[in-house]
């Protein structure tokens, strides 16, 4: 469960999925202080948005490769050929 605190989650991996309601004003300050959205949705319409994808009902957003940081970016040996994320080796 927990999927109203997937962003939390990916921040702190390490962390109990008890503290995500603990880290949740933190880290939404912090994407306040840069600019980066921060969506907080109830669990029962992530599942139904999770759901939704995984019988096709409805696709990821692409993430803009434009707000990507150029040094999390590969340079050498990697290209991407989708939109879906995947990486392909030349």
């Known amino acids: 469960g927990w999927l109203n605190y997937q962003i939390e989650h990916h921040v702190w991996p390490d962390l109990s999925m008890l503290q995500y ?18 969506v907080q949705e109830s669990v029962w319409n992530r599942l139904r948005k999770t759901v939704d994808i995984m019988v096709g009902q ?14 999390d970016k590969a340079t050498k040996g990697l290209t991407w050929k989708s939109s879906n994320g995947a990486i392909d080796e030349e």
Do not use: D, N, R, W
């Open 21 to 38: 309601q603990k880290g949740a004003p933190q880290l939404k300050k912090i994407c306040e202080k840069y600019g980066v959205p921060y």
């Open 58 to 71: 409805t696709h990821m957003i692409p993430f803009p490769t434009e707000m990507e940081p150029s040094k």
